[in-house]
């Protein structure tokens, strides 16, 4: 059973930094398209960022520059490193993965392909 656990959601002041982490689980996790995504109080879940099968990513207009998406292999381990945060990124984050079917940057703009999620680590950032 596939089973993705975030993890590394906090509170923090505008400027700070934080590391998210989803242990991926039930899987052969190399083989599978991975995203985080968020979703803010009101609004849409939307993507974050994006690893394909050959390390490349891909980030939303609103995070280039401040959020790294990588992972880990060995430990079936994705992270998203979080810099120079904004009140705006105040949101639930989640972790996906699609499993079956190509990996491409659009992806990130369709979050209906993604087959499982986690259950969401909050953050929540303060001015």
């Known amino acids: 059973q596939v089973q993705l656990v975030e993890s590394g959601g906090d509170s923090v002041q505008a400027g700070g930094s934080l590391r998210l982490s989803c242990a991926a689980s039930g899987y052969t996790y190399s083989s599978y398209c991975m995203g985080w995504f968020r979703q803010a109080p009101g609004k849409e879940r939307e993507g974050v960022a994006l690893i394909m099968y050959d390390g490349s990513t891909t980030y939303a207009d609103s995070v280039k520059g401040r959020f790294t998406i990588t992972e880990d292999n060995a430990k079936n381990t994705l992270y998203l490193q979080m810099n120079s945060l904004k009140p705006e990124d105040t949101a639930m984050y989640y972790c996906?993965?699609?499993?079956?079917?190509?990996?491409?940057?659009?992806?990130?703009?369709?979050?209906?392909?993604?087959?499982?999620w986690g259950q969401g680590t909050r953050v929540t950032v303060s001015s």
């Open positions: 996906a993965a699609r499993i079956g079917g190509s990996c491409y940057a659009s992806l990130l703009r369709k979050k209906y392909e993604f087959n499982y």
